[in-house]
C-alpha cells in the first residue's frame, strides 16, 4: 500500500472521477430542451400548414432571397464583426415596427370599427377637458386639503364624461350634437395623431435637450399623418386606416431609431440594418408582383383576418374573435390592474405580520394554481347566476379572465414592490413621509415597471384561455364584432376550439385551426416581447 | 477591530492623528449651552434581544455630538431613538424617557411622522432617490406641504452641503449619476432643505473614500453652527476631529462613558473606554 500510494505521489495529483457528473449534466440539459424542442417542432409543423412555404413559385422564393435575405445576412453579418451594439438597435428598430404594425390592427379595430370615431373623438374631447382641470388643481397641491382635490377631480370626470341627465350636457354629448362635425380621418389624426405627436415631442425634448427640437418633432409627426392620410387614398390606401398606421406604427418606430441615434452616435449604422430589411421587403413584394411570381397559398393571409366564421374552411375568418379578444384584454387589464396592485400595495407596505396576513398568503399563492374552469364555474355563478348578467358577454368574460388572472398580477407586483431598496423607505421615512407619501412617491414609481411586466404576462395568459369563456356561455361562432359591454363577446382561442371541435372536418384541422392557431400565438409573442424589452430595459438602468 | 495586542504603526496613527484632531475642534462647547435632546434610563428590545441599557444623556444645541463604539454596540439604535425610527421595526420596543426639548417624544400624544419633519437624518449608505437632483431636495419641502420659492431653496441648500458648484448645471439629472459622496452630500442637502431642528446622522462617511469623508467632516462641522448634530461614527479619529461631545458606547448596549470629547479622548475616567480608544479592546 505504502509504496502505492508514493509512486502515485511522485506521478502528479491523479485523477478524479467525473463520470456521474458528466451524465447528471447531460440528463439536466436533456431535461432543459425537452419541452422546448416538442414544443418547437409543433410549431413548424402548424406554421408550415398555416402558410405553406411550399406552394409558392421558385421564383418567389429566389426573388425575396436576393432581396431581402441575401442583404440581411450580408449586412447583419458585416455589423456582427464590427459593431454588435448598432446591429443591435437595427434588430430592435425592426422588431418594434412588426410588433407597432401588429398593435396598430388592434387599434384600428377598436377605433374605428368597434368605436365609431365620432363618439371616440367626442369622449376625448371630455377627457382633455377634465385632464385640463385635474392639472390646473394641482396648481394649487399645497392650498387645497388633499381629499378636497380627490373629490373635485373625481366630479369634474363625471361631469364632463356623464354630464346630470336634464340639466347639463356632457361633453361628450355636446360633440356628438354639433351642427359641424369633422370627418373619420381628421378626428384619427387629430386624437391618434395627437396622443403620438406629444409623446414623440416630449421624447425627442428629452434626448436633444430641446424644448424647441421636441416642438418640431411633435409638429412634423402630425403633419405628417395628416399628410398620410390626404395622399393614401389618391394611390388607393384608405384614409383611415393609414392614419392609424401611421400614428401607431411608423412615427413611433421612426421617433424611436431617430432618438437612440441622437444619444448615441456610434449605433448609426443600426439603421442601415434596419433600412436593408425594410426595403428588402419592400423591393421583393414590388419585384414580385412585377414578376409574375405566385406567392404562396398562406391560410393566414389578408382574407382570414378580415372575415367571419363561414361554412366552408376557405371562407373562414378570424375577425370577430380578434375584436373580441381585444375587448377581453382592456376589460381585464381595467379591472385586474388596480385590484392586483392594490392588493399587493397592502400586503407589502401596510399589512402586519400576523395570521390573518399569512393566511391571506398562503391562500394568494393556492388561487393561482386552481384550474380555469373553476374560475369559469366562479363566473357562471356570481355574474350570472347571482347577479343576474346576460351569459357570454364582454363584461363578465373580462370580469371572469380577471379574477383568474388576479393572483398572478398580485404575486408579480409584490415581487416588484419588494425588489424597491429598504434604503428608500427609510430616506422617505426619515424625512418625515407618511406611509402613504412614501408608497405614492417612492415605491410606486420605483416598482411600475416591473409591476407592468408581470401584469403584460398576465394579460397573456389571460388571452390564451378558453375554458371560462365555454364556462360563462361565450358564443363558439360570432358573425359580428362586438361593439359594447354588454355585447356577446368570442375569443381567439375559442374559435379555434370551435373550428376543431364543432366544425370537426378535414378542412378545417388543416386550415383554418393553424391559421388561427399562428395568430393567437404572433399575438402573444407580441405581448411578451413587449413585456421582455420593458424588464430588460429597466433592469439595466437599475 | 480584532488584533488588539501588537502595537503596530495603526495604534500610532489613532494616537498621532487624536491629537491633532483635538486642536482643530479646540472645544467650542459652553456648559450653558441650552440642552436640546435629554435621555432618561432609554432601553430598547429587539424581541428578547436587549440592546440598549439605561441609556441616559444629554446633548447640546448647535454642536457636535459623536457616538463612537464597536459594531453592534447599540450606538445606532440610539440615534433611531430619537427620531422614532425604530417604530417601523415591528419587534422592536422602546422603554424610558427622551424628550426634545423639554417633550417627550414617546408620550402618545406624540406622532411619529411630525417629530421626524422637525429631527432630520441621514443615513450609512447614500440613499437619494431616483429622481432629478432638483426634486431629491425639494422632497421634504412637497411632502411636509412647504410653501416658498423652491428654486431658492434648492440652491441654498445645496450650497450649505458644498455641493451647489458641482451640480448647478445639472439639476435636473438625476441624482443617482452622481459619485458616492456626491450623493451623500445631496442626501445631506435634502434633509436641510426642510431646516430640522436637529440632524442626525448614522456613519455619514462609512461608505466612502477618504477625499469624500473629509469633505463631508469639513461640512459636518460647518452645519453646527446652525443645528445641532449628533453623528454615530466607528471611526475614532472622525470623532475627535469633529466632535465637541463624544459618547463610548461598549458590547452590551451600555453607555460608558459621555463627556467632552477633549477629556474622552486625553483623559478618559473608565479604563475600558482608554482600552477601546488606544486599540486595546475593540
Redesign the interface.
Known sequence: MATEQDSSYAQGFGQVSRTAGLIFRYLLLAATMFGIVTLAVLLVYVANDAIQPLTADAGWHLTFFLTLVLPTILVGGALYRRNREALKLGGMVVGALLVSLMFSGGVAIVFIDIIPPLTGFSYAVGLVVAVAGTVLLTKYERQIPFTARVAATGLLFFLSLFGVPGYFHSIPELVQKAPVVPTDWIILTLVLGGVTALVVGQYIARVREDNKAGLAAGASALVLTALGAIVGPLVGIDANALVVVTAVSFVPTAAYAGGSVITREELKPGLVFAATVIVGALVGAVAVDALGFAGPQAWTDWQFLTSSHSGSAENAGLYPAIGGSILLMVTVAALSFPLGVGAAVYLEEYAPDNRFTRFIDVNISNLAGVPSVVYGLLGLGVFVTYLGQATGTVLIGGATLALLILPIVIISSREAIRSVPNDMRQASYGMGATRWQTVRNVVLPEAFPGILTGTILALGRAIGETAPLIMIGAPNVLFNLPTELSSKVSAMPLQVYAWSSLFASEDFYTKAVPAGVVVLLAVLLAMNSIAIVLRNKYESET | MTGTNDPTNDEMLVETDVSDGLSAAESSVTDDADIVIESEDINVWYGDDHALTDISMEIPENSVTAMIGPSGCGKSTFLRCI?R?ND?I?VARVEGNLTLRGKNVYDDDVDP??????V??V?Q?P????KSIYDNVV??L????I?GDYDQIVEESLKRAALWDEVKDRLHESGLDLSGGQQQRL?IA??IA?DPEVLLMDEPASALDPVATSQIEDLVEELAEDYTVVIVTHNMQQAARISDKTAVFLTGGELVEFDDTQKIFENPESQRVEDYITGKFG
Open positions: 427620531n425610527m417601523l415591528d411622522v411630525a417629530l421626524r419633519r422637525r432630520g437624518m443615513f449608505k440613499n437619494p432617490f431616483p422632497y421634504g412637497k411632502i411636509q406641504g410653501d442626501c435634502r434633509a426642510t
